[in-house]
């Protein structure tokens, strides 16, 4: 059994995007409603399936030999489809710790809306035990992207959402450091890409890179 929660950092999709499939995909009593979800194995295929995303071993222990740990790692690689995904698995291994995927700091908000409300900007990828947040920024955070700006509609800060997504990816290099923790970018163009801009997959390349990435932030000059 697990929780959406504890899926949610196992797959890297916000757990109530998984609670709101599971609302749609399984009729819950009365009794239920007002209880956590527990899911078992049929309802955790359930859910990686609809998000396209491989299924995690949830009964394995956190801590695992090296050798295990790299192989279970190397096989989520060659499954995944979203390259912040690959990334991140990517980051996993070579820090031996597991990350916690769009993680989000009660500090760390975006603008109010109408109502004088500001939610949790999560994060990519958050190491406690490194005290580091790794983000993962694809084509739409360095240059405009008519599919994912939007520009015909204004979001609550003003401004269309190519706008906002820079502006809140300047708050979290500025607010995350402030905060005592590293911060750590990856982007597309640091890796081997195609020209569409999507990752090529080049794992001995892009991990050298990353791990050269990983030792100049955690061990500056």
């Known amino acids: 059994m697990t929780t959406p929660s504890e899926l949610s950092r196992s797959i890297g999709i916000e757990s109530k995007q998984i609670r709101r499939f599971l609302r749609k995909r399984y009729q819950r009593t009365a009794d239920e409603h007002n209880s956590r979800w527990q899911l078992n194995e049929e309802q955790v295929r359930a859910v990686c399936a609809r998000f396209r995303v491989p299924v995690p071993n949830t009964t394995a222990p956190t801590s695992m030999p090296n050798q295990t ?6 096989s989520a690689v060659d499954r995944t489809e979203k390259d912040e995904h690959y990334v991140i698995n990517i980051c996993d291994e070579i820090l031996g710790e597991r990350s916690e995927r769009q993680y989000r700091f009660d500090w760390l908000r975006g603008d109010r809306n109408a109502r004088g409300v500001s939610a949790t900007l999560p994060v990519d990828a958050y190491y406690p035990r490194h005290r580091l947040v790794i983000e993962y920024r694809e084509r739409q955070h360095v240059e405009s992207v008519p599919f ?7 979001t609550i800060s003003g401004v269309h959402r190519g706008e906002q997504r820079r502006l809140y990816d300047r708050r979290r290099e500025t607010e995350i450091p402030k905060h005592g923790l590293r911060l750590m970018i990856v982007s597309f163009s640091d890796l081997d890409h195609d020209m569409h801009k999507k990752l ?4 001995p390349h892009d991990e050298n890179v990353i791990r050269d990435m990983l030792h100049r932030v ?4």
């Open 200 to 203: 090529r997959r080049n794992r």
């Open 148 to 154: 994912f700006d939007k520009q015909d509609r204004l």
């Open 218 to 221: 955690l061990y500056p000059d």
């Open 69 to 74: 740990r790299t192989n279970s790692m190397n």
